[in-house]
């Protein structure tokens, strides 16, 4: 994990705002917003992508009823390193104020919505 991708998750995951994070890490708030609003690199869109579809799969093939710790245990018997909650439900276009905390999962919650459409 890099540094600014650890200081991203402690906002997430703690609540801690980005400038005392980066202040504490030794790193200037505009060094960690150029990384922020960089756009992402292919392999992680095409990484993105697969996993969607992957997620979208097991989902599907269930009748919509794995939620993320069954959908995780399948893509972990296929080979993904995955978590339980990366980001499933809103790759299934199920969105909730509760489960998009990051970022990252408003990203991954419009990857999702336009790969439904």
Sequence with gaps: ??????????RAEHRV?????????????????????????PPRQR????????VRAAFDASGGTYGSPRITAELQAA????????????RIGRHSSAEMRSPIDHELAAAAAAAAA
């Design 47 to 54: 990484r993105r992508a697969e996993l969607t579809a992957a």
């Design 79 to 90: 080979g993904w390193q995955v978590s339980k909650r990366r980001g499933f439900y809103n």
């Design 17 to 41: 705002p980005h400038a005392t994070a980066c202040r504490a890490l030794g790193v200037s708030p505009s060094w960690f917003y150029k990384w922020a609003d960089r756009p992402p690199s």
């Design 1 to 10: 994990m890099s540094v600014a991708a650890f200081i991203s998750s402690q």
